[in-house]
């Protein structure tokens, strides 16, 4: 079926490789840039609630993809892995 509909077209596969990369990044910068946990835990929840809220918008691009990805649970495990490899003890900040 998706090789059918043309669906796994190497453009569309980088370009939505894009969209969870941007996510990726977005939550280490967040990692990054605030030293405490409580701001951290804020600005993650910004970045996952602005994914989700774009899948509300019927014009937004990749939208079955990004809803296929939430229901998958691959946010959840990207979170996870940014978290793990933060460069700084998580007992230091607090």
Do not use: Y
Not at 11 to 25: I, P
Not at 54 to 77: V, Y
């Amino acid at each position: 079926m998706v090789n059918t509909c043309k669906l796994d077209r190497p453009e569309l596969n980088d370009e939505r490789r894009t969209l969870l990369d941007t996510f990726k990044k977005d939550i280490k910068a967040v990692l990054l840039e605030n030293a405490r946990q409580q701001d951290q835990a804020m600005g993650i929840r910004t970045i996952v609630n602005k994914f989700i809220r774009d899948t509300n918008d019927p014009k937004a691009p990749f939208l079955a993809f990004k809803k296929f990805a939430i229901d998958s649970k691959w946010l959840n495990e990207m979170v996870k892995e940014a978290c793990q490899q933060r460069p700084f003890d998580k007992g230091t900040h607090s």
